[in-house]
């Protein structure tokens, strides 16, 4: 197995299957961010695979979902093996399986009375793809992953490695809607990544049934308006997004963007990875994913205009 390696550490992946995860870019991404960081800020943090892997004084991981957020507090400061051992205890308690449904009912049943921080990470375990959903009444609510999911052990083995990493790195917790993130101490040297949903995907975590914010052309603008204040500051940023998915077009970013000179596209190539954006052969329906940055990565991608690519 190849280990990639970011300034002598290897790459954490994440525990968490977590919808839109960058675990498959991380080699893309990363060499785009400024060399020296003093504060990171995973504004959206998710399954937290961008800001485990970043080097930097301290990492800020930000999310809106605050069990998720609970849980990755109790990895860092519980002990691993106390760690582990309850995640271990609850299986036997439950009789957790591939195909003990009954188990796993009860054990959600529970967990959405007592909201325990490290039973949460049980049930997305044993849940179907791994997945995180919570209801309106912010119950967790996915159905069971029968003859999938399981604690196996390449998902004890990351585990093991992310909460390693979690515990030797300087690093802050908060829950807050990106819009009321006190950005006041930031300064020049510190940095903030954006991996917020994407405005034209399908993802369930977008349509604000779930028991949190959704995501609609306002918060999409309201993010813009957030990133053009930090570069007013000459706080950089990066800002992961689709400019297409399947034939539709975020017009909001692309023009956002083109009306920002000092705003650089670099285009991700999820699919083929020796290829470059300009000769790729594309599917029409296909996605274009970029890295957007308010600053010339020291190793950039080459890259179109907005205005060779796209007709306004």
């Not at 109790?74 to 271990?88: A, V």
């Not at 439950?94 to 949460?120: A, C, I, P, V, W």
């Amino acid at each position: 197995m190849l280990l990639t390696r970011v300034k002598n550490k290897f790459i954490i992946k994440s525990p968490l299957n977590y919808i839109g995860g960058k675990a498959k870019i991380l080699d893309q991404i990363l060499p785009l961010f400024p060399k020296e960081i003093d504060n990171f800020i995973d504004l959206f943090a998710g399954g937290c695979n961008v800001g485990i892997n970043v080097n930097a004084n301290k990492v800020y991981f930000n999310d809106n979902l605050t069990y998720l957020i609970e849980m990755y507090k109790t990895f860092q400061e519980n002990d691993l093996d106390t760690t582990i051992s309850h995640i271990e205890n609850r299986i036997k308690e439950f009789e957790l399986s591939l195909t003990n449904e009954e188990g796993y009912k009860k054990m959600r049943e529970q967990y959405n009375k007592q909201k325990k921080s490290l039973d949460l990470f049980v049930l997305i375990a044993f849940s179907f793809n791994h997945q995180i959903r919570f209801n309106n009444n912010h119950e967790f609510n996915n159905p069971f992953g029968r003859e999938r999911s399981s604690f196996n052990a390449s998902m004890k083995q990351n585990l093991e490695k992310f909460i390693i990493r979690l515990k030797e790195t300087n690093i802050g917790f908060a829950n807050v809607c990106f819009n009321d993130f006190d950005f006041s101490f930031l300064k020049n040297n510190d940095f903030v990544y954006c991996d917020p949903p994407y405005l034209i995907t399908t993802g369930t975590y977008n349509d604000g049934k779930r028991g949190f914010k959704g995501w609609t052309d306002n918060e999409e603008k309201q993010l813009l308006k957030t990133l053009d204040n930090l570069d007013k500051q000459d706080i950089k940023f990066a800002l992961s997004n689709v400019l297409e998915h399947k034939g539709k077009s975020n017009d909001i970013l692309k023009h956002w963007v083109a009306s920002n000179s000092n705003y650089k596209i670099n285009f991700i190539d999820f699919h083929y990875s020796n290829s470059n954006y300009q000769t790729l052969d594309r599917d029409k329906n296909a996605s274009i994913e970029v890295l957007i940055t308010n600053y010339e990565p020291q190793k950039p991608q080459k890259e179109k205009t907005l205005f060779d690519e796209f007709n306004f």
